[in-house]
């Protein structure tokens, strides 16, 4: 139990990687574009709607830059913290910044055909589900450092996961990204947020 309560972490982050350097590894040899067109093809089309576009189109509003910029300076008045203020601006903007850099780097077109919204830049890894994963996580660990109860720790944590996996899946089903751009985006996020958030509290011991 102390072996893996001890590199449970670096099993996760291993798994992580390996799955994003796969798919980094198929993007690049344009190998995966198989897969995409299958989650399209054989899930996504059949089941669009228009009452369901409507309801994916303000959930992937939730992770556009400017709401999360109008919500990060509301939650940064809240933190009382001034160095968990510095953690917090310093999470989102770093995610940001790897998100642009391997974007440039990779270069990838976003998907033509079928598109439900349009998007700007390229594709791969997916901005939404990189600043998803890294905000709303980072939410998550600021839940369970406050002084709430545990019953209204884990409803909020339900809300948040939920909430994150919804923009995830609206980005592949508005066309914005595919399926290995959304993947990709959520692996390296957890990477990071597992990595900092470790820093964070060896710091603070």
């Known amino acids: ?25 198929s993007v690049l040899n344009k190998s995966n574009l198989g897969f995409d067109k299958m989650v399209y093809e054989d899930f996504i089309f059949k089941i669009r709607n228009d009452d369901l576009t409507m309801v994916l189109k ?16 509301v ?3 809240l ?12 999470n989102i903007c770093f995610i940001t910044l790897i998100n642009q850099l391997l974007k440039y780097l990779i270069i990838r077109p ?13 594709s791969f890894p997916s901005g939404h589900a990189m600043a998803s994963v890294a905000f ?6 600021l839940l369970w450092q406050s002084k709430w109860s545990k019953t209204y720790k884990y409803i909020g944590t339900v ?4 909430l994150i996996l919804a923009i995830c899946f609206s980005r592949i089903y508005l066309g914005a990204h595919y399926t290995s751009d959304i993947i990709a ?16 509290k060896k710091k603070e011991s």
Not at 5 to 24: A, E, H, Q, R, V
Not at 66 to 71: E, S
Not at 79 to 90: A, C, D, M, W
């Open 75 to 77: 939650i940064f008045f």
């Open 159 to 162: 809300i948040l996961i939920v």
């Open 110 to 122: 976003r998907p033509g055909l079928n598109v439900l919204i349009q998007e700007n830049g390229y």
């Open 185 to 200: 985006g959520i692996c390296l996020s957890l990477i990071h947020l597992i990595i900092y958030i470790s820093i964070l």
């Open 136 to 141: 709303y996580g980072y939410l998550i660990h």
């Open 79 to 90: 933190i009382k913290s001034k160095k968990e203020k510095g953690y917090f601006v310093f």
């Open 58 to 73: 303000i959930i992937t509003s939730l992770s556009n830059p400017l709401f999360l910029i109008v919500l990060s300076v």
């Open 1 to 25: 139990m102390n072996f893996v309560k001890k590199y449970w972490k670096y099993f996760i982050i291993f798994i992580l990687c390996i799955i994003f350097f796969s798919l980094l590894l």
